[in-house]
């Protein structure tokens, strides 16, 4: 009698992979877009309104210190109402835009202030720690993956819109700039809006590398016919708060975050003082970030393979070369893109690491408050950056005592983020 051949289920389309689309359109328009593309307006708006330089980017400022205090918020916000991450998201996609709607009808520095800290209030929200907190929901493994390609959005809508707001600005003006970003985002946020299921519950799925507890052998990987609750692994945020590790590494992303932001504001300054032309320095951070968008997924991948505590390892590392590389970027004509190389993955390493580390290190039970609490302390510390390289430029009358301080702060940076990985590996802290 002839066997029937046994039928093999076809494999399911993990429903996690539309997250991660999800976040990276998210990541697309509130950091590709409204951050990354600001920059075009600085000549134009303060030529036309009469207003100065400095008085009028302080609106950036304004907007980037509300954000980050208000990721303390949202952080405890999304620890008491997991299930709300979706109506936060929703509330900000209508309030940023329209705070960019408010930029264009702006006649006043006051104005610009008012709509930045209305900007800044939601901003946090369609940053990291929605789009970290949904990943790390959503994957229990290639978690590292998922967060490069989520981050990558940024330099993706950062590179084709620059050129068409540029061209926008110039031949219809500012205004119509800024109802173009608000136009645009709104539209990439809604449908990444439309598109997101907070946890794998909410589509009968599990996370990515658990696996269903099932008897029927047929049963496809990633379907239940119930889903479980799924319980987070982890130590709160009042347990993080005793442990030495946890501070750690917040010094460590301090120190990392020093380096980093203190060297992107001042390259080009930097570059043409030692010689080199506009358009080189022009080029050189061009590349660097064209090479952080496959920088930040292939530093994820490698992260899920290599584990927690060489990953730590790597990321001071990278930055530890760009500082580096820039330091010593007169010696030949090709070092500018040499650094280039470097700093696009060194850039990287202030988004990709930090959810990765934190969520492996201390787990994923609090991982909203525990995460928003280490980026807000050591981003707080990051934002003098610029001003700090500034003043140290002023003291030594060149930039090379100021990288050499920073080649110490990417040492210092790679040994804490190092031991605090180390530390959490032998504690098992993501496992309580």
């Given at each position: ?177 800024y109802r173009t970003m608000a136009a645009v985002a709104f539209v990439i946020m809604a449908v990444a809006l439309s598109l997101i299921k907070v946890t794998p519950e909410e589509k009968g799925e599990l996370p990515y590398g658990m696996k269903p507890r099932a008897t029927d052998p047929d049963l496809p990987q990633n379907t239940v016919t119930v889903a479980p609750r799924i319980e987070a692994k982890g130590i709160t ?25 203190g060297m992107s504001g001042h390259i080009i300054a930097y570059l043409t003082d030692i010689g080199y032309s506009d358009s080189t320095a022009a080029a050189a951070m061009s590349l660097v970030m064209t090479i952080m968008i496959g920088a930040k997924i292939l530093l994820g991948a490698l992260f899920d393979k290599i584990g927690p505590v060489p990953s730590a390892f790597l990321s001071g590392v990278c930055m530890f ?112």
């Amino acid at each position: 009698m002839q066997a029937t051949p046994s039928v093999q289920p076809k494999k399911r389309f993990f429903y996690g992979w539309i997250i991660v689309l999800s976040c990276a359109l998210i990541y697309a328009a509130s950091v590709g877009i409204f951050l990354n593309c600001l920059g075009i307006f600085v000549k134009p708006v303060t030529t036309d309104l009469g207003f100065e330089r400095g008085p009028f980017t302080l609106y950036a400022t304004i907007s980037g210190t509300v954000g980050m205090m208000s990721q303390l918020i949202y952080g405890e916000l999304y620890r008491r109402y997991p299930k709300k991450i979706r109506m936060f998201i929703g509330i900000a996609v209508i309030v940023c835009p329209s705070a960019f709607i408010g930029y264009s009808m702006a006649t006043k520095l006051w104005h610009f202030y008012a709509f930045a800290a209305m900007y800044g209030s939601c901003s946090t929200v369609l940053a990291a720690i929605s789009i970290t907190t949904l990943i790390n929901n959503w994957f229990l493994e290639r978690r590292g993956l998922a967060t490069g390609i989520a981050f990558a959005g940024s330099g993706v809508s950062a590179a084709i819109m620059t050129p068409v707001l540029t061209a926008i600005v110039e031949d219809y003006g500012w205004r119509v700039g800024y109802r173009t970003m608000a136009a645009v985002a709104f539209v990439i946020m809604a449908v990444a809006l439309s598109l997101i299921k907070v946890t794998p519950e909410e589509k009968g799925e599990l996370p990515y590398g658990m696996k269903p507890r099932a008897t029927d052998p047929d049963l496809p990987q990633n379907t239940v016919t119930v889903a479980p609750r799924i319980e987070a692994k982890g130590i709160t945020r009042a347990q993080a708060l005793k442990e030495p590790a946890y501070f750690i590494q917040i010094a460590g992303m301090l120190c990392l975050g020093i380096a980093g932001m203190g060297m992107s504001g001042h390259i080009i300054a930097y570059l043409t003082d030692i010689g080199y032309s506009d358009s080189t320095a022009a080029a050189a951070m061009s590349l660097v970030m064209t090479i952080m968008i496959g920088a930040k997924i292939l530093l994820g991948a490698l992260f899920d393979k290599i584990g927690p505590v060489p990953s730590a390892f790597l990321s001071g590392v990278c930055m530890f070369f760009s500082v580096v590389t820039l330091r010593f970027a007169g010696m030949a004509p090709f070092m500018p893109y040499v650094f280039a190389l470097c700093f696009g993955f060194g850039y990287s390493t202030l988004s990709v690491p930090y959810s990765y580390l934190i969520a492996q290190n201390f787990g994923t039970r609090e991982f909203a408050t525990v995460y928003s609490l280490a980026v807000t302390i050591s981003g707080l510390g990051n934002s003098f950056a610029p001003s700090i390289s500034g003043v140290l430029y002023d003291a030594f009358g060149s930039y090379y005592g100021v990288w050499n301080i920073y080649i110490g702060s990417t040492i210092a940076a790679t040994c804490l983020l190092t031991l605090a990985a180390i530390i959490s590996k032998k504690k098992d802290f993501k496992n309580r």
